[in-house]
């Protein structure tokens, strides 16, 4: 099942934050997030996984909600290079590469100078 | 480290054809996973390929088809090619655990004519 990202699409200035979120119809084990800049491939961000701990990029943190049917991924002073779709893939509770990578649509961010 | 590789880059074909798209992933990762991106639908996935073994299928028709070979590499088929085929077709390389890193390749742009 295909998670939800929200939002669609989010414009910004260099140096502000974003906040990007990721809803599944279940609790999630860990939640993977890429970004992908036009016309290049998806290239790893970071991995939440299910204890909170985070693997990645050093200035992108993303957190659970209570439940853990949702993710959120943290951008903090945003730099022109951010700019790019932003997908993640939340594997469920049965976790493992069994359940492949299901990407959201993707967010769109756009970081003006 | 040589990165994932995949050939051909661009391709077009017609409409009732047959098509098959190669992916040899990074030296020493098990797992290969084929996704479909298309503007509309985003990163769709359609299999993944742990040890010559499709361990995981998402929901396209018959038409689709993979293998993986003993030294990894990958091919993915696609038979009686309909115009709503073209896409990008993106590949990524994995070690194979839970929560591993994969790397994609950059893709092989199908158009159906």
């Known amino acids: 099942q295909q998670p939800v990202q929200s939002p669609q699409a989010v414009i910004l200035r260099e140096g502000e934050d974003a906040v990007i979120n990721c809803s599944s119809s279940k609790a999630l084990y860990s939640v993977h997030w890429y970004r992908q800049k036009h016309g290049e491939a998806p290239v790893f961000l970071m991995i939440?996984?299910?204890?909170?701990e985070q693997k990645g990029h050093e200035k992108i943190s993303a957190s659970f909600n209570e439940k853990k049917q949702q993710s959120s991924l943290y951008l903090t002073a945003s730099q022109l290079s951010y700019s790019g779709t932003y997908f993640c893939d939340p594997l469920g509770s049965s976790g493992g590469g069994a359940d492949g990578l299901t990407f959201g649509k993707g967010t769109h961010l756009i970081i003006q100078p | 480290k040589a990165g994932v590789t995949q050939t051909p880059r661009y391709l077009i074909k017609t409409r009732g054809q047959q098509v098959t798209l190669s992916c040899s992933p990074i030296?020493?990762?098990?797992?290969v996973s084929w996704y479909q991106q298309t503007p509309g639908q985003g990163l769709q996935f359609l299999f993944e390929y742990f040890s010559e073994t499709q361990r995981n299928k998402g929901n396209f028709p018959g038409r689709f088809s993979g293998r993986q070979f003993s030294n990894s590499r990958s091919e993915m088929n696609v038979s009686t090619l309909e115009l709503g085929d073209s896409a990008l077709y993106l590949c990524?390389?994995?070690?194979?655990?839970?929560?591993?890193?994969?790397?994609f390749g950059q893709g092989t742009r199908l158009t159906v004519v």
């Open positions: 990524a390389s994995s070690p194979g655990g839970a929560n591993t890193e994969a790397f």
């Open positions: 030296s020493g990762h098990r797992s």
């Open positions: 939440l996984l299910k204890g909170g």
